[in-house]
Nanobody
Framework: QVQLVETGGGLVQAGASLRLSCAASGESFSRDGAAWFRQAPGKEREIVAAITWNSDNTYYSDSAKGRFTISRDSAKVYLQMNSLRPEDTAVYYC???????????????WGPGTQVTVSS
């Protein structure tokens, strides 16, 4: 069993940066992929970025490419978000599981989420 807890959300202005962190407890996290998803009001949850257990491979959505960076260690996963836009406003969720399952939106474990609000 893996438990995930996100921190670092908040209210920022457009163009600002935020760094989200996700602390994991549970043995399998260090051997599983990790990812960040987000869900904006009235929209479906979507993947933002994913990373393999050894950081060899990463995936970014089109909206995240060039602005966001995912990284991790054995117990945490991070999302550095730069040049934030109002359309980035959403609840951001940390997730873990097999990398291919993350890419299909079916991870094993989810965190409770952290709110990111970007004002114009």
């Amino acid at each position: 069993q893996v438990q995930l807890v996100e921190t670092g959300g908040g209210l920022v202005q457009a163009g600002a940066s935020l760094r989200l962190s996700c602390a994991a407890s549970g043995e399998s996290f260090s051997r599983d992929g990790a990812a960040w998803f987000r869900q904006a009001p009235g929209k479906e949850r979507e993947i933002v970025a994913a990373i393999t257990w050894n950081s060899d491979n990463t995936y970014y959505s089109d909206s995240a490419k060039g602005r966001f960076t995912i990284s991790r260690d054995s117990a945490k996963v991070y999302l550095q978000m730069n040049s934030l836009r109002p359309e980035d406003t959403a609840v951001y969720y940390c997730a873990s599981g097999w990398y291919n399952r993350l890419l299909t939106g079916t991870p094993f474990y989810w965190g409770p989420g952290t709110q990111v609000t970007v004002s114009s």
